[in-house]
């Protein structure tokens, strides 16, 4: 891969949940009713698009996001956040009624492993709030699935317009076959395929995600890397080995770096290789903007495993 080759721009908006985290390190991640002594603590913005169109931009791509908070200092926060990003918020919805997403993540040092409790927000984003966006301008719209039924229809849109659906889908939601039959790519966690189709193989889970509609499905396991599949294909991506700091925010990472050979129309191999290599640089660091990988780290650590 040469980096020179990865530079074709394209324009992408996000749409979904955006909210602040309070990310804090402990030793071990405690089991119910015990309590674990804090090493340090950070708060970030996190959501799983707003992070996957910060990396899209670092990349060269024209991005913006759809979402809703408040005028608190949390909602100052998130503003302060995309902006120094270069993700545009110009589609935003911003009102001093409304109360700003918050989570809390628990990561566990030497591991990176986490745990996570979120908070939405108050006001999820509807049908009024699709008014006015010149859909034929963007390339392609990523969703997270959330809220279902304006997902539904601000995929429809895209495709209506000639784009790409890119779904990065992390737990059940209401009409979710619906939303997956409009995708041309969908990310799923493991855990959530297995939570989908109980007692099913992963393989065959993921074919049935295919014959919903989805043109591409990946899925991400952790240690055990990632798979992809469409109508006649089916991959698999061993994990790369790092010393593993955080890994909040990885599938995230996985899925802009997906979204962004996608839209360059390069090979499954070569795009599920690159975005492992991505989540695997991620996890190296701690937060959600500081860690994102630039296209140098990415090709650098690609070429390393090529000369091994």
């Known amino acids: 891969m040469v980096q020179d080759k990865l530079k074709k721009s394209f324009s992408i908006l996000g749409m979904g949940t955006v909210v602040v985290d309070h990310q804090v390190v402990v030793r071990e991640l405690p089991e119910p ?5 804090i ?55 911003v009102s001093p009624a409304m109360k700003t997403g918050f989570a809390h993540v628990w990561v566990e040092a030497g591991t990176g492993r986490r745990s996570i409790a979120a908070y939405r927000g108050s006001h999820p984003i509807e049908s009024a709030d699709l008014e006015g966006i010149a859909w034929p301008s963007y390339h ?5 699935a959330w809220p279902s039924d304006t997902a539904i229809e601000a995929a429809r ?54 014959a919903l509609g989805a043109s591409e499905v990946t899925v991400t396991d952790g240690d055990s890397g990632a798979w992809f599949f469409d109508a006649n294909t089916a991959l698999h991506q061993p994990a790369i080995p790092v010393d593993a700091v955080d890994t909040n925010g990885a599938g995230d990472v ?55």
Request: glycine share 8%.
């Open 33 to 37: 009713d015990a309590k674990a002594e």
């Open 39 to 93: 090493l340090s603590d950070r708060f970030q913005v996190g959501g799983p698009v707003p992070t996957a169109l910060a990396l899209l931009t670092r990349f060269g791509a024209s991005t913006s996001f759809i979402g809703k908070w408040s005028t608190d200092r949390w909602g100052e926060m998130i503003e302060n956040d995309l902006g120094q990003a270069r993700v545009d918020i110009g589609q935003a919805v």
């Open 140 to 144: 392609a719209l990523h969703l997270d």
């Open 157 to 210: 849109h895209m495709k209506a317009s000639g784009g790409r659906v890119f779904i990065d889908f992390g737990s059940p939601k209401p009409d979710w076959e619906t939303l997956i039959g409009l995708a041309d790519y969908v990310n799923c966690p493991r855990r959530l395929v297995d939570v989908l189709f109980p007692g099913t193989p992963m393989e065959e889970a993921a074919k049935r995600l295919v």
């Open 254 to 308: 996985f899925t802009g770096a997906m979204i962004f050979l996608t839209m360059q129309n390069r090979p499954p191999e070569e795009r599920l290789r690159f975005a492992t290599a991505a989540a695997a640089l991620k996890c190296q660091q701690l937060g959600n903007r500081d860690a994102l990988p630039s296209l140098e780290k990415i090709e650098s650590l690609l070429g390393d495993r090529d000369s091994d």
